[in-house]
């Protein structure tokens, strides 16, 4: 469920056209709908009703600071995987001490930050981290909140380059190992042992894998508390799946309940840490179709080059991500043709969309949909185009929550070598 909706033939996002933010803001620009991050956030909120839980949205998803702010409003904590993350939700009025700070390569400099500010947990993600965070937490006079990231060795079932759970992902310790570091972790004076934590990958559309995650780690758990390391929490992670074309991910419910019985009881919180499905639905990228070249009549390939490209959205490109793809003014009785939906960057792999069938004229307005999660947070300048503007609708009230880049902002901080 979004706010995305036709009213008298064009596409509005909330109460305001698409055609109206891209006459003030220009394309290509994201479109985000607070109504829906509002409530995509509530309905996670409410189906985990009776479990002990905290929600840290997963800042990678999209780190706008209208996005975070908005979160933080809602009584969201944040996942981060860098420094830049952590000032960005400090930034945004979000509470560091409900911040889990996940990431394979932590730096010293991003511990020390992560300790000034008070974070709730690091998640470690090997034995050099260990020692490493208990060097730096003791040569500044504290303890670091810790928990272990294992893997479960699950197979999530997703797109491999988005499955972190398997046993040859770069991810986390492997499970068999964990007891071993716990009981080292136990003896370091910088840590304190908080919880444990894995996260098995994104997009996931079955439930099956979370349930085998969550019964091997709270095995985990009932092994530690035999040794006498007590567990205060469970880190699931994120990775529940949206729907993009056609898939059925289960509902926030289904997903509470697939994991209810296996926590019942036990004296420990669940922490979440979803990006995907609460932003995903909740935006859209803008583009105006620049130019038509269609082949031949018999041709295989008809090309509409529209001004976004994968420096803008890098879904399709990176992973053959399916967007749909629809016009913001509802096609009238204008010729349809199947269409590559490309952009005009330098790359064969520049494509937002293969085969869509599309009445299309050069100068309209196409919506791709399902763009809040990995749209903006993956772009880049490449080919030197400025990155787009960010736009939040809520309600009637459209409010810009990024300006677009300018190419002067693109040279900032370059210069030439000086003349001899
Ligand atoms: C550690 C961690 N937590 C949370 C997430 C958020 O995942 P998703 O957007 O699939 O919910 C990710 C990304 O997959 C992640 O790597
Ligand atoms: N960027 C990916 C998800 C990666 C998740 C990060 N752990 C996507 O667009 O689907």
Known sequence: MDHFEYRDGVLHAEDVALSAIAERFGTPCYVYSAAT???HYRVFDEALAGIDHDICYAVKANGNLGVLGLLADLGSGFDIVSVGELERVITAGGDPARVVFSGVGKRVDEIERALEVGIACFNVESEAELERIDAVAQ??????????????DVDAQTHPYIATGLKENKFGVDITRAETLYARAAGMEGLAIRGVDCHI?????QLAPFRDAVERVLALIDRLADQGIAIQHLDVGGGLGIRYRDEQPPSPAAYAENIRDLVAGRDLKLVFEPGRVLVGNAGVLLTRVEVLKPGAEDADKHFAIVDAAMNDLLRPALYDGWHAIVPVAEASDTVSRTWEIVGPICETGDFLGHDRDLALQTGDLLAVRTAGAYGFAMASSYNARPRPAEVMVDGDAVHEVRARETVADLMRGEQRLPFA
Do not use: D
């Open 37 to 39: 991050i509002r409530r």
């Open 201 to 205: 990958g994104s997009q996931l559309t």
């Open 139 to 152: 040569r500044m006079g504290v303890r670091a909140p810790i928990s272990l990231r294992v893997n479960p």
